[in-house]
Each structure stands twice: as C-alpha cells, then as structure tokens.
C-alpha cells in the first residue's frame, strides 16, 4: 500500500491537527521520500515509518512537537540536518537497519538537544572500533545508546513505557470508562439489592397482616364460647334457686 494511502486510511475521519500518533509501518514510499505527512500534523508526537523503503528524511516537514521518531528498516544513509530544524523537541530516535556507515553522518544531531535515545543497531557504523564510546563523545546529550548508557545500566522500563506509551490523555480517558463502567456495576448491584430488600419488606408486610385476621378470628370464636358458658352458670344458679 501507498504511504498517501495509508495515511488517509490512519486518519479515520480526524483532521491531521488532531492525531498525536501516526504509524504506517510496512507500507511504500513512491520515491524514497517522506509522502502524506504534511505541517497539518501539527499536534504530533509519534511517528513511525519502519520499513517503507526511505532513502531521505528531507521531505520531513516542520513537526515541532514531535517526540518520537521510528524510522528503523530503511535505506537512509545520511541527510540527518533536518531533524533538528523540523524536529527541535526529539528525544527519541531509532535509526536501525539503516545504511549509516560513518560517524559523520551522524553529526547533524548534535542540534537535537532534547534528544535522549538514539538505537542504531544492524548499521554499519556499529562495526567501527569504540563506536559507543565514539558516539557519546559526539552526542553528549545522548543517555541512551542502543538501550543503554555509557556505564551499560539498561534503559529503565519506565522509559520504555514512555516511548511506547500511546498518545497523551489516552490512558486518563480509558482510567474514566473504567470509572464508569464500575460505577454502573455499583448502581446496578444497588439496586438489585433495594429491590430485594423491597420484597422482603412486602413479604413482612403480607405476614403481618395474616397474623393479625388470625387473631381477630380467634377472639370471634372465643365470643361465642364465652357466651355459651355464661348461660349455663346463670341455669345452675336458677336449679339453686329452686332446690332452696
């Protein structure tokens, strides 16, 4: 697929101003430029073209809050001078499997002064003798080379959370639907529960009421029971009466 192509596919509907991330990994570049991806994409702060067939990034248009840079599996051999023009606030940038063969050609980054990561691995420049040495002498500015410092202490896996992590405020957002979505859960658990507690209620409520019309029945059949004797103890005392 066209990188144009793919990148009108990326965009799902949003303008370029508002995608922070962009990948079109694997896709083809017509001419070994950078194609699509225009000054529009203001917000940027992630972009990644691995193995696209780039042989240049002089078509990179001015991306100023672009963080990260994956352009690992290309055929870029040098013209590393716009990145610091067009990219002033780079920290990260994966150049592996490209055709950087000379030290020199690295030099352009110098201007990056933000830039902390640099992963060169699988280019002929990691060939050279003292080659690490040699580039954090060059990039003083450079903590991480490859994945690790000049002391080789690993990048800390909260850096590598950093870099992959998506966009700024996907997380929040996400932290906010589970909020609901629990809330919900606890709503709906609520009110499960008061309309069982409800029944019960109704359930006391029915028991009551049947206890009390078997009392009142009770005291009806007593009544008669009362009266009947009543009657006879006033007939033992007229047989009394009569006796005497």
Avoid: W
């Avoid at 972009?47 to 002089?58: D, E, I, T, W």
């Avoid at 490859?146 to 966009?167: L, M, R, T």
């Amino acid at each position: 697929m066209e990188m144009k192509k793919r990148i009108s596919l990326e965009l799902r509907n949003r303008s370029p101003a508002e995608v922070r991330e962009l990948v079109v990994d694997s896709c083809r570049s017509a001419d070994g430029e950078v194609e699509g991806v225009t000054e529009e994409f203001s917000a940027l702060e992630v972009l990644s073209m691995v193995n696209v067939g780039l042989g240049s990034l002089a078509k990179l248009p001015a991306l100023p809050k672009l963080r990260k840079l994956e352009v690992s599996d290309n055929s870029i051999s040098g013209g590393l001078d716009a990145l610091a023009e067009k990219c002033p606030n780079l920290s990260y940038l994966n150049l592996s499997g490209n055709h950087i063969k000379e030290l020199s050609s690295l030099q352009p980054l110098q201007n990056l002064k933000n830039l902390k990561s640099l992963d060169l691995y699988s280019c002929g420049v990691t060939a050279a003798d003292g080659y690490r040495d040699a580039v954090f002498r060059l990039l003083p500015q450079v903590v991480y080379l490859d994945g690790f410092d000049p002391d080789d202490n690993e990048v800390p896996e909260s850096n590598d959370e950093d870099d992959e992590a998506g966009p700024p405020g996907d997380e929040d957002e996400e932290d906010e639907e589970e909020d609901e979505e629990e809330g919900s859960e606890v709503g709906l658990s609520y009110l499960m529960k008061e309309g069982i507690q409800d029944e019960e209620d109704d359930g006391d409520y029915v028991e009551e009421e049947e206890d009390d019309e078997e009392e009142e029945d009770g005291e009806d059949d007593d009544a008669p029971a009362q009266g009947e004797k009543r009657k006879r103890d006033a007939d033992d005392e007229g047989d009394d009466d009569d006796d005497e």
